[in-house]
């Protein structure tokens, strides 16, 4: 699908989604509680149904309402199938290995290729010093063990996703466990998403200095709300750095999660050139960097795990920037954005099969004018993306199946 986007200036009012983040969390606790739950405030992303389909296909009981959805947690684990879908979702992936670890029976969990790809080395080496089965395909991992509590070490340099699904596991253990995370703890706003999450469900799960320590059997049900997301909300305000008058309400201003440092990075932006870490907000790697483009310049740093999203970021933004007229200068670690006038695209840009690098080529072109191809992979985390933004007052007509 394409979306021909002509210059436009952004207006209004709007709340930003529900953060996929907290409902992957506050899906999976429910169903870890072991009892009825409601889960409030759900968008119905791609990712968001990976989450559903794959509890479900564990044991407990889901029933999707318009903005809700009801977890029955009462046989979650005790008769599950063998082969869980996680589609694209990393989430999904990397919160329920460790879970399946639990069961001492041989799941598989299947996927897209480019999600099969991504690491999952800390948990084919915790399975190889603990004798369990992890094997790897091209479309899925087939893992078989007998994970219980107890002391464990992880590498505090790798997505957080590892350790909170290491953190999950534990907690539908009984008896309490310590995760020892070595140092340097990158994306530790995601770990205490993990945190916040457990607390709202009533489990006991601390982290001190780089320990947290898990008390098994603590959750309880509860119903909860998925908080607004700052992730996406950062592609709806980055039209205010471009001329745009959006409101975007729904956000916790006391909100654990990591992205609403955008806010921040936005107004260094408009200050100058700076240099910015993103080593612990990796996801608002593209719109910094089109952002950047359309203002002063900047050099991005703590970028290395851009290459292992839902595309090669790095090199995604790269070959579409150039089709602005903006060449990046690219490193192992960082990316240097330089301060040029762009120009529409004499060709297509491709959207990479990538929610962030469509969501991101929309606001440049925005300003430009230009044609999205793969304009679809929104429907990962904002499938109304464009049916938001265009209501806001972006010129866009969207060719194919209606998004």
Same mark, same amino acid.
Do not use: W
């Given at each position: 699908? %394409?979306a021909?986007?002509?210059?436009s200036?952004?207006s !209004?009012?709007v709340?930003a989604?529900p953060? /996929?983040?907290?409902?992957?969390r506050?899906?999976?606790?429910? *169903?870890?509680?072991?009892g009825?739950?409601?889960?409030?405030?759900?968008?119905?992303?791609?990712d968001?149904m990976?989450? =559903?389909d794959c509890? =479900? #296909?564990?044991?407990?009981?889901?029933?999707?309402l318009?903005?809700?959805v009801?977890?029955d947690?009462?046989g979650?684990l005790?008769?599950?199938?063998?082969?869980?879908?996680c +589609?694209?979702?990393g989430?999904?992936l990397?919160f329920l290995?460790?879970l399946?670890? =639990?069961l001492?029976k041989k799941? %598989?969990l299947s996927g897209?290729k480019r999600?099969?790809e991504?690491?999952?080395?800390v948990y084919e080496?915790?399975?190889a010093e603990?004798?369990?089965?992890?094997e790897r395909?091209? +479309?899925?991992? *087939?893992?078989?063990g007998g994970? #219980?509590?107890?002391?464990y070490? $992880?590498?505090g340099?790798?997505?957080?996703?590892?350790?909170? &699904?290491?953190?999950? #596991?534990l907690?539908s253990?009984?008896?309490?466990?310590?995760?020892h995370?070595t140092?340097?703890v990158e994306?530790r706003p995601?770990i205490d998403?993990?945190?916040?999450?457990?607390?709202?469900?009533?489990g006991?799960a601390?982290? +001190?200095?780089?320990t $947290?320590?898990?008390?098994?059997g603590s959750?309880?049900p509860r119903?909860?709300?998925v908080e607004?997301?700052y992730?996406?909300a950062?592609f709806?305000? *980055?039209?205010?750095?471009i001329?745009?008058? $959006?409101k975007? !309400?729904?956000?916790?201003?006391?909100?654990?999660?990591?992205d609403?440092?955008?806010? =921040?990075?936005?107004?260094?932006l408009?200050?100058?050139a700076?240099?910015i870490?993103?080593?612990?907000c990796?996801?608002?790697?593209?719109i910094?960097? *089109?952002?950047?483009?359309l203002?002063n310049g900047?050099?991005?740093?703590?970028?290395r795990?851009?290459?292992i999203k839902?595309s090669?970021?790095?090199e995604?933004m790269?070959r579409?920037?150039l089709?602005?007229g903006c060449?990046?200068d690219t #490193?192992?670690?960082s990316?240097?954005i330089p301060?040029v006038?762009l /120009?529409?695209p004499e060709?297509p840009?491709? &959207?990479h099969?990538?929610?962030r690098?469509v969501m991101?080529?929309?606001v440049?072109?925005?300003?430009t004018g230009?044609?999205?191809?793969?304009?679809e992979a929104?429907?990962k %985390?904002y499938?109304?993306f464009?049916? $938001?933004?265009? +209501?806001l007052?972006?010129r866009v007509?969207l060719?194919?199946?209606k998004?």
């Open positions: 699908m %394409t021909v986007i002509l210059p200036v952004l !209004g009012e709340n989604p953060s /996929k983040s907290m409902a992957h506050l899906l999976l606790l429910a *169903a870890l509680s072991g009825k739950c409601k889960v409030k405030n759900i968008a119905y992303s791609e968001v990976a989450m =559903t509890i =479900t #296909a564990l044991g407990a009981e889901c029933k999707r318009d903005g809700c009801e977890v947690g009462s979650f005790k008769d599950p199938g063998e082969s869980l879908n +589609r694209e979702s989430n999904t990397r290995i460790p399946c670890l =639990t001492g799941i %598989t897209s999600l099969m991504r690491p999952q080395e080496n915790l399975c603990r004798g369990f089965i992890y395909s091209e +479309r899925g991992v *087939a893992v078989c994970l #219980a509590c107890g002391d070490t $992880v590498d340099s790798v997505s957080s996703q590892f350790i909170s &699904g290491l953190i999950f #596991a907690l253990l009984d008896g309490v466990s310590r995760i995370i140092p340097p994306s995601y998403l993990t945190l916040k999450a457990i607390s709202d469900f009533g006991k601390v982290m +001190r200095g780089n $947290v320590e898990v008390t098994g959750l309880s119903d909860v709300c607004g997301d992730s996406n950062a709806l305000d *980055a039209f205010n750095l001329g745009g008058s $959006v975007t !309400g729904g956000l916790d201003p006391m909100s654990a999660q990591g609403k440092v955008y806010k =921040t990075h936005f107004a260094a408009c200050s100058g700076p240099e870490d993103i080593s612990d990796p996801d608002l790697g593209p910094l960097i *089109a952002l950047a483009a203002k900047c050099r991005l740093t703590g970028t795990r851009l290459a839902e090669d970021r790095t995604a790269k579409e920037m089709k602005f060449k990046l #490193a192992d670690n990316i240097t301060k006038d /120009k529409r060709e840009l491709d &959207g099969n990538d929610h690098i991101s080529m929309a440049i072109c925005s300003v230009g044609e999205i191809a793969g304009c929104v429907r %985390t499938p109304d464009f049916e $938001v933004t265009e +209501r007052g972006l007509r060719d194919g199946e998004l």
